[in-house]
């Protein structure tokens, strides 16, 4: 039963997974549109600075998503830390720890400096695009950033109960 439930679980997650990624292609087809009206009215130099945030946006966000995750399973080790376990293995999770804690604030760092470039960039197109261009433009990055977000969430579940499952059957046989 448990085994059965699980994959039950894992086929939701999967069409889940498939409707975000349906999702994504719809919000990239809106930014390649987007694209090119921002191509055709800003300057070269505006529209270059378009495209280095609308590229690094996926790029900093993905990486806050990673560190954040690989830093979650660190945290988790260490909950499990006993007794039984050696001194190297504590200091080797302790080291790892602080070293993805340092590389998420960095990244924390990168994604104010985003934030600021967001707002230059928004400043820019305010110059160039109507009040509804404008507004198309702001939901095309928060919907890009929350299915990012949606996405690895739905990778995180996904892998999870298919480690889950696969040491359930182990173990059953």
Request: glycine content about 2%; proline content about 1%; some cysteine.
């Amino acid at each position: 039963e448990l085994i059965s439930s699980l994959r039950s679980k894992l086929r939701t997650l999967w069409e889940e997974r498939e409707l975000v990624l349906s999702e994504s292609r719809e919000c990239a087809e809106r930014g390649s549109a987007l694209e090119a009206l921002v191509r055709d009215v800003c300057k070269p130099n505006e529209f270059e600075r378009y495209m280095m945030f609308i590229g690094d946006l996926e790029k900093v966000v993905s990486l806050l998503l990673c560190l954040s995750s690989r830093l979650a399973r660190v945290q988790d080790a260490m909950r499990k830390i006993d007794g039984n376990t050696d001194a190297e293995e504590k200091q080797s999770l302790n080291e790892r720890h602080k070293l993805l804690s340092r590389q998420r604030e960095d990244a924390k760092d990168l994604k104010e400096n985003l934030d600021r470039r967001e707002r230059v960039v928004s400043g820019i197109l305010a110059k160039h695009l109507t009040d509804q261009q404008l507004q198309d433009y702001r939901h095309f990055v928060q919907v890009k950033t929350s299915l990012l977000i949606e996405q690895k969430d739905l990778e995180e579940q996904i892998k999870l109960l298919e480690e889950q499952l696969e040491n359930l059957e182990k173990s059953i046989h």
